[in-house]
């Protein structure tokens, strides 16, 4: 599988996202930038987590006005946004819903343990973000589409306020999650559970 | 502010009366922030070198060599009194002020670690204050913040403390502030603001009751600092770069003479051409704004590097060059408002009055009502991907990027030790902090210190100072664990009432292969 990693100013999880997509495929991924107009011919293009524009605004807000986002909106490969690739993934109208700021008002890391949706597994996959409150105004109709990917182990688990501790959301060939799968594969990691996302997809 | 013997002093250098701008730039300058006047004799006498040290104390940070090319760079500082002020933007700036020593370097920052005094739990203002600004800044600009220590005590309640420590890494050429040819002098990153004016003057102050500080204190912004770092590790790559420096305490002024007072030339630049955030700046508020995220390069005349920031959307500015005159040259287009020998501009060195003082007993209160998870959690202890051990441990462990290598480091402070003996004190603190390291089997590397302490006027104070100095000096000579980059802050004293003698110590060590050792990680 071949892959890509768009890269907006202000992202910082894309060197282990890089050396995780690399150890996953065996094929160096493409870095591309987000002012470049043109996608590379790849199996899959990775929004990797950081603070794309400072956060200024809303969360991935700004990044949706990124002449790469318009690309992506046409493509069919597969997509995947990690944490601030989610934000704006959402932001940019890829994904149903929003991210709001957590209901602890605070930043959260830690790992934590997910299931998968429709069918559950367990996965743990360490969590960094200051807005990942999902919203969405109707989960069950997120359910019953079969567009919850990931939601927290348990209802009481959930860290930060989102509906129904949803934490991944699918849409077609896109899926936005929370959680940091690239920090979940090398052996002193918390888990080595971060391969199974991508196989999982 | 000068005292009349210093500008009677400076008088007779100038064999003249220094204008505005110029008694400006002088009281910036010779501020115990920026002239480290009260410290330095003492500091001389500290064990600074071992055949690994590549760069000691002196420049932005300490540099080591851990074989293979690599290095490691690494210093810690203090933002007290900012923080006290402002604590969410103090601590923040004081972040990004030492990330910004690292990367000034050529190496990408890798850790970032942290020693908070507090004067109690109940404190919610400076507590949450200053944890979320080190917790927004760090997370923002990537660089995952592994250590944090809290600690309480009554004397810190008005002065409380702030250390900001920041590893980094980097297998390439070592940049140093000391230009070695004559080269353009470069102004990037973010605009110049009146944000700051004056920060390095109140650092080197006693607060009293009542006063307003605030606009003394610099505002951050962490996504610029994630820009100018990708832009400057750019730049370096491209071999433009003469000498780099970023601006901070006093920053133009003390960027600019640093460089040239270090390469032995002169400099000269002009004011008109500095990218300003606000209109009508005296010249003198643009010479001593602490607006952050800039940096100065003097740059090869030939590069032609304006693209790089150009896709970062950074200012980047020639505004000056480095000149034979050995003079500090101030233009306004072709107005010239300051022009002082580079040689005046260092403060000459004090050696201040110490009596010894005997202490009376103290109460260390035991804290019990504080969850340290909840520091913790609010800092991103793993962006890069490489902590192997996270800010739940001590020491913290983070892997050299694509190697087997990796770095495990800590800070200590014992306060009540130091206060009771300074010179024992701290040789208790530099053995706990080489222990630490061994018990992870790393190799201690090196130190580098942060000595917190009250009003240096004070021989009481002094005194301890000393003794702190002399009880590192010799522990460090012993263990074969130098110092290679620190920071003094003094005048940690409100209304009269100081800290303990608070050194901080930030220790770094190296494993060679991480996979030998079974770690024993809370995650």
Not at chain 2, 144 to 166: G, I, Q, R, W
Not at chain 2, 258 to 265: L, T, V
Not at chain 2, 315 to 325: A, F, H
């Amino acid at each position: 599988m071949k892959t890509a990693i768009i890269i907006f100013p202000g992202s910082n999880c894309d060197n282990e996202m890089e050396r995780f997509l690399y150890a996953y495929t065996k094929i160096k991924p493409i870095r591309v930038w987000h002012k470049e107009t043109r996608l590379p011919n790849v199996d899959m293009y990775v929004l990797p987590g950081g603070f794309s524009y400072g956060d200024y605004l809303r969360a991935g807000a700004l990044a949706t006005l990124s002449p790469i986002i318009t690309e992506l909106k046409k493509t069919d490969r597969k997509i995947l946004g990690i944490c601030n690739g989610f934000q704006i993934l959402c932001e940019a109208g890829l994904l149903p819903g929003t991210l709001r700021i957590n209901s602890t008002e605070k930043f959260i890391c830690k790992p934590m343990d997910i299931i998968t949706w429709p069918v559950h597994h367990q996965r743990r996959i360490p969590i960094a973000h200051a807005e990942g409150n999902y919203y969405h105004p109707n989960p069950a109709k997120l359910v019953e589409e079969q567009k919850v990917a990931y939601s927290y182990y348990l209802y009481e688990n959930n860290p930060n306020g989102s509906t129904m501790g949803i934490c991944g959301i699918r849409n077609n060939n896109v899926l936005g999650m929370m959680p940091h799968p690239e920090r979940a594969f090398e052996s002193y990691h918390c888990s080595q559970d971060g391969f199974k996302i991508l196989e999982d997809f | 502010m000068l005292t009349i013997e210093e500008t009677e002093l400076i008088k007779g250098t100038l064999e003249r009366v220094p204008n505005v701008t110029e008694t400006h730039v002088f009281d910036a300058m010779w501020s115990e922030h920026c002239s480290y006047k009260s410290s330095k004799y003492w500091l001389k006498q500290l064990h600074t070198t071992g055949d690994h040290v590549i760069s000691g104390p002196g420049e932005n940070a300490g540099v080591v060599d851990i074989g293979d090319d690599d290095k490691l760079v690494f210093k810690i500082e203090s933002h007290n009194h900012p923080s006290y002020i402002e604590p969410y933007q103090g601590a923040a700036t004081g972040v990004g002020g030492i990330m910004r020593d690292i990367f000034t370097m050529g190496a990408r920052p890798i850790a970032n670690l942290n020693s908070l005094h507090f004067g109690s739990t109940d404190d919610r203002r400076v507590i949450d204050g200053v944890v979320k600004g080190i917790a927004d800044y760090g997370n923002c600009v990537g660089v995952p913040t592994v250590s944090s220590k809290c600690h309480f005590f009554d004397c810190y309640t008005e002065n409380p403390l702030v250390n900001a420590m920041t590893v980094g890494y980097t297998n390439k050429e070592i940049f140093t502030s000391v230009p070695k040819q004559k080269g353009v002098v470069v102004y990037v990153g973010a605009k110049t603001g009146r944000d700051g004016i004056g920060g390095a003057i109140m650092a080197s102050e006693e607060f009293s009751e009542g006063e307003d500080k605030r606009p003394t204190v610099q505002v951050g912004d962490p996504f610029q600092e994630k820009l100018l770092l990708e832009a400057s590790l750019e730049l370096f790559e491209t071999g433009a770069v003469i000498a780099a420096q970023d601006m901070g305490a006093a920053g133009l002024t003390s960027s600019t003479t640093e460089i040239a007072i270090k390469g032995n030339c002169g400099i000269e630049i002009d004011l008109s051409l500095v990218p300003l955030r606000e209109e009508g700046m005296e010249p003198w508020e643009i010479l001593l704004s602490e607006s952050q995220e800039r940096m100065l390069f003097i740059l090869n005349p030939e590069a032609d590097v304006k693209s790089i920031f150009q896709k970062w959307d950074l200012d980047y500015v020639e505004i000056g060059t480095l000149t034979d005159t050995n003079n500090f040259t101030v233009r306004v287009e072709d107005n010239v408002v300051c022009d002082i020998p580079l040689e005046a501009l260092d403060a000459p060195e004090l050696q201040r009055p110490t009596e010894k003082v005997k202490r009376e007993d103290i109460n260390i209160p035991v804290v019990t009502d504080f969850d340290m998870n909840w520091v913790w959690e609010q800092y991103d202890s793993q962006v890069i991907g490489n902590t192997i051990q996270g800010p739940q441990a001590d020491p913290a462990i983070v892997r050299i990027p694509n190697s087997k290598k990796a770095i495990a480091m800590t800070t200590l402070s014992c306060a009540p030790f130091c206060y009771y003996n300074p010179r024992s004190g701290i040789r208790n603190i530099i053995y706990d902090c080489y222990y630490k390291l061994l018990s992870v089997n790393a190799k201690p590397l090196g130190i580098t210190n942060c000595l917190n302490f009250g009003n240096p006027e004070n021989p009481n104070v002094m005194h301890d100072f000393k003794e702190v100095c002399l009880g590192m000096s010799e522990t460090c000579e012993e263990l074969k664990f130098p110092v290679v980059s620190g920071n003094v802050s003094f005048y940690n004293e409100t209304s009269g009432k100081g800290i303990m003698p608070t050194p901080v110590i930030g220790g770094v060590g190296l494993i060679e292969n991480y996979e030998n050792s079974d770690y024993n990680i809370s995650r």
